[in-house]
């Protein structure tokens, strides 16, 4: 059963990552071509750059 419970967290946590990363990666791809200008979309960039190093 501690082992079911385990696996079961470690697929939930799996997940969770994978989402983080994709959620990331796509936001930092999106917003790599144009030009910081604004306020925004520095703040947005930003926050790509430090959610995909901690997945």
Do not use: H, T
């Not at 470690?10 to 994978?18: P, T």
């Amino acid at each position: 059963m501690v082992i079911l419970s385990k696996m079961f967290f470690a697929k939930v946590r799996l997940f969770a990552a994978l989402g983080f990363l994709l959620y990331g990666g796509r936001l930092f791809l999106m917003l790599q071509p144009f030009p910081v200008e604004s306020k925004g979309r520095r703040k947005k960039l930003q926050e790509a750059n430090i959610i995909l190093p901690d997945v």
